[in-house]
């Protein structure tokens, strides 16, 4: 059945939406898009005349269309060279939806989305529909086929899960680039002493480099190892140079709601290093090299202006 204008017009209207959710429930942008893409074919040859609610239908539809790839996506990454990481996109990237509470603004961190990866399928469903896009217990049941006691136990033990005790700083642009400001002098120091300061007693680092670039197969944990890995990773040199393609420029941004450092050459982005910043310091930092990871962001960094970067030829 071919898509009418209203049709046509009641998912474009959904899209974003539909995105937002698709992005927490997979950790990918290019695989929410693939996502929502697949969600309009199916739409394209519904009866409309029989679709109640099209809201819902549509967001069942992409729902099951997600634990499908999330069942793929954990087996690919069970062969996946190094640590995987979620796909950074920047604030006001439409893939963060909503974010005018707390958690809504935590779902799409770095963190969370790593962190979500522990849950099983369904727990992630439940958490992301009801923790940032607010649907009841009720309306969820109906799209996973559970019964309402069942969608509130699956929420209360995938909160359970995603707990970490820790209370996040919320950042403006202005507070971001100070946190980073502060974290690049520390990290280009030379005194691991100055990181660990900066670092809450169990923090983390991972990264992904997708086998492009080496990277450790488990995260550091503890301040001061982290802190040397870091000192170490932020010692240039021609081999690193030459790794990037060149000599990059370090800008302070917003990545995922969080604090970010971006290391540019040219227009092309070449790696992000987002910080987790909470009451006690920064609790996670996370390095993403993997090229195949940073495609939207680079096409978002060649179609928008800059401020004056921190260092301007590293």
Not at 150 to 160: E, G, L, T, V
Not at 213 to 229: N, Q, T
Request: hydrophobic content about 45%.
């Amino acid at each position: 059945m071919l898509v009418g204008t209203r049709e046509l017009a009641v998912f474009e209207e959904s899209r974003p939406r539909l995105e937002a959710i698709a992005y927490r429930l997979l950790g990918s942008a290019s695989d929410a898009e693939d996502a929502v893409q697949d969600t309009y074919l199916r739409w394209q040859a519904a009866d409309h005349a029989l679709v109640e609610t099209p809201e819902a239908w549509l967001t069942k539809v992409l729902t099951n269309l997600c634990l499908n790839r999330l069942t793929s996506a954990r087996a690919r990454r069970e062969t996946y060279v190094g640590q995987w990481l979620p796909e950074p996109v920047f604030a006001g990237d439409r893939m963060l939806g909503p974010s005018e509470t707390v958690e809504q603004r935590e779902s799409v961190s770095i963190a969370m989305l790593t962190l979500m990866e522990r849950l099983s399928a369904n727990e992630r469903v439940v958490y992301v529909l009801r923790e940032a896009f607010g649907y009841g217990h009720g309306e969820i049941a109906e799209i996973l086929d559970l019964t309402e006691a069942n969608c509130q136990q699956i929420y209360r033990r995938a909160k359970q899960h995603l707990a970490t005790g820790k209370t996040r700083v919320e950042v403006d642009a202005a507070g971001a680039r100070k946190i980073v400001e502060e974290f690049l002098a520390a990290a280009l120091s030379g005194n691991t002493d100055e990181l660990v300061k900066l670092l809450a007693d169990d923090a983390i680092h991972a990264g992904d480099g997708g086998g492009v670039f080496v990277s450790l197969p488990k995260p550091i944990i503890g301040a001061l190892r982290v802190a040397r890995f870091l000192r170490t990773l932020f010692t240039i040199d021609e081999d690193k140079r030459e790794l990037v393609g060149g000599s990059p420029s370090l800008f302070a941004e917003v990545v995922n709601g969080v604090p970010a450092l971006v290391l540019v050459v040219g227009d092309r982005v070449v790696v992000v290093v987002t910080l987790e910043v909470t009451t006690e310091g920064v609790t996670a930092v996370h390095t993403l090299a993997n090229p195949a990871k940073l495609d939207r962001l680079a096409r978002d960094w060649a179609a928008s202006d800059h401020g004056k970067p921190l260092v301007d030829s590293w």
